[in-house]
């Protein structure tokens, strides 16, 4: 395991410094992310102290340093998990070899192309994101943000890693693509639908970081078990960060369903929009929306690239050892959905085929955790409402449902029943204005938006009332 270089111009643990080639491309990339940052990184509050935790070394203990920095001056580095020793393939074809520390010829393409897609969300989310610091909740939220930003920017520095170091020439050209290939460009988006949405208030920011950045760990997970050591590595990595986003999601949502459930008991109604809150059924239709979206990410039902990529050994499933079958998966079945005229039916078909529905189930069943959560608070307040997640049908562009209108309990329905409940089941305009109405930037330390609870305790064991972002 190489020493972390942490004084490095590029902070890592890969031994940079031993690989000169590598070390120079990679600095002649480091000017064009830092221009890209600051282009299409945070608006507001770009040079401000933010105190953010940095990525100093991969142990158990220890890993982050927190402390205040101004974001250009954030120290991205290139971070990979140990090498686990001995670590064989857990599935496909080549299941039971040693693992590998090159790409084989045969799969660089396919590989490269894995590599690609996850690295173009993460700064694709960063794009996004970069207006919502001008209407923070509070500067405690405000600093989970860029927190999210950095690492999402230190996620593609980990992608960029691997296509220089490991694809050559055309992998200096994809790095570089990266970072002009922008969310909502017309001419140039981000390869990945949901990433070239909007994410326009803070609702949709909770929202998005609780249920596309939980797509993100599945992908991660799926990838940590690849045959090609250095991704498995560099993804057991970023799923440690990762989880701070999900947390940032799942107790901002929380949060908004706290103080909804205050509101409408002051005020004794369920509409509370005249109190700056936000109503329940607009919550759920925000749920509706990012959750189908997001259902999108995964693919269609059955796939062949999937297959291959399986086979191959170049991604396998969630916590694919700790399952028990063969790992090969071409003669066991399962049935994926079907749309049929009178409703959803099944097929059959072999795991191996339905890989991107088994990893949408999993998804689906961490999801629905949150939600269980939300419930509870809500029935401990009193109120008589529960969230669900729409039937997974609902609202899908990709798949076997994407040119058919469902209903979020997963009925057949016609155009004229899908035009005229479509307000009641997504969020409306006015639904969006009315939350957008309520986003205003909140810079007092302590001091929380009326539409949100402020969180149970603060990051790092500073209190909630600390000056995470000095303004
Ligand atoms: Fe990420
Ligand atoms: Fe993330």
């Known amino acids: 395991m190489a020493a972390v270089d942490i004084n490095a111009k590029i902070p890592n643990n890969v031994d940079l410094a031993g690989d000169r080639r590598l070390q120079r491309a990679l600095e002649q990339w480091q000017p064009k992310f830092v221009r890209w940052w600051e282009e299409l990184g945070p608006a507001a509050f770009a040079r401000n102290p933010v105190y953010l935790r940095t990525a100093i070394d991969v142990g158990q203990e220890g890993w982050a340093n927190f402390g205040h920095v101004e974001m250009p001056d954030y120290r991205w580095g290139i971070f990979l998990s140990d090498r686990e020793k001995d670590r064989k393939i857990a599935?496909?074809?080549?299941?039971?070899?040693?693992?590998?520390?090159?790409?084989?010829?045969?799969?660089?393409?396919?590989?490269?192309?894995?590599?690609?897609?996850?690295?173009?969300?993460?700064?694709?989310?960063?794009?996004?994101?970069?207006?919502?610091?001008?209407?923070?909740?509070?500067?405690?939220?405000?600093?989970?943000?860029?927190?999210?930003?950095?690492?999402?920017?230190?996620?593609?520095?980990?992608?960029?890693?691997?296509?220089?170091?490991?694809?050559?020439?055309?992998?200096?050209?994809e790095a570089d693509e990266m970072l002009e290939r922008h969310s909502g460009d017309a001419d140039n988006p981000r390869i990945l639908g949901a990433f070239n949405e909007e994410t326009p208030d803070w609702?949709?920011?909770?929202?998005?970081?609780?249920?596309?950045?939980?797509?993100?760990?599945?992908?991660?997970?799926?990838?940590?078990?690849?045959?090609?050591?250095?991704?498995?590595?560099?993804?057991?990595?970023?799923?440690?960060?990762e989880a701070h986003h999900m947390f940032v999601g799942a107790s901002g949502v929380g949060r908004v369903v706290q103080r909804t459930a205050e509101l409408i008991r002051e005020h004794d109604t369920d509409d509370i929009h005249q109190y700056g809150g936000i109503n329940l059924d607009v919550l759920q239709k925000y749920i509706n929306f990012h959750y189908s979206v997001s259902l999108d990410l995964f693919g269609s039902e059955t796939?062949?690239?999937?297959?291959?990529?399986?086979?191959?050994?170049?991604?396998?499933?969630?916590?694919?050892?700790?399952?028990?079958?063969?790992?090969?998966?071409?003669?066991?079945?399962?049935?994926?959905?079907?749309?049929?005229?009178?409703?959803?039916?099944?097929?059959?078909?072999?795991?191996?085929?339905?890989?991107?529905?088994?990893?949408?189930?999993?998804?689906?069943?961490?999801?629905?955790?949150?939600?269980?959560?939300?419930?509870?608070?809500?029935?401990?307040?009193?109120?008589?409402?529960?969230?669900?997640?729409?039937?997974?049908?609902?609202?899908?562009?990709?798949?076997?449902?994407?040119?058919?209108?469902?209903?979020?309990?997963?009925?057949?329905?016609?155009?004229?029943?899908?035009?005229?409940n479509m307000d009641r089941w997504l969020p409306s305009d006015s639904d969006r204005a009315h939350v957008l109405s309520l986003m205003t930037g909140v810079s007092e330390p302590g001091k929380m938006a009326g539409w949100v609870a402020p969180p149970s305790r603060g990051i790092h064991q500073k209190p909630v009332d600390y000056e995470y972002v000095r303004v």
């Open 91 to 173: 599935f496909g074809d080549h299941k039971g070899e040693d693992v590998w520390q090159e790409v084989p010829g045969e799969y660089r393409s396919d590989l490269r192309r894995l590599i690609v897609v996850q690295g173009d969300t993460e700064p694709a989310s960063v794009e996004q994101q970069r207006k919502l610091s001008l209407t923070a909740p509070s500067l405690y939220d405000m600093r989970n943000l860029f927190q999210v930003n950095v690492e999402e920017g230190r996620h593609l520095w980990a992608m960029v890693y691997l296509l220089h170091g490991y694809f050559g020439r055309d992998g200096r050209d």
């Open 203 to 241: 609702l949709s920011f909770f929202m998005f970081t609780y249920f596309t950045d939980r797509d993100g760990k599945y992908q991660l997970a799926s990838l940590r078990e690849s045959a090609f050591d250095p991704l498995s590595r560099t993804c057991e990595f970023m799923l440690k960060e």
């Open 303 to 420: 796939s062949t690239n999937a297959a291959n990529y399986f086979a191959s050994g170049l991604k396998g499933r969630f916590q694919e050892e700790r399952r028990d079958d063969d790992h090969l998966l071409k003669s066991v079945y399962r049935t994926v959905p079907d749309w049929t005229e009178s409703g959803i039916g099944a097929r059959e078909v072999t795991q191996l085929a339905a890989l991107n529905e088994t990893l949408r189930d999993d998804y689906s069943e961490d999801c629905q955790k949150g939600v269980d959560r939300w419930n509870r608070a809500l029935e401990e307040a009193g109120i008589n409402f529960t969230f669900r997640l729409a039937n997974t049908s609902f609202n899908r562009k990709v798949g076997t449902f994407r040119d058919h209108h469902m209903s979020p309990d997963g009925k057949p329905i016609s155009d004229a029943e899908w035009e005229a």
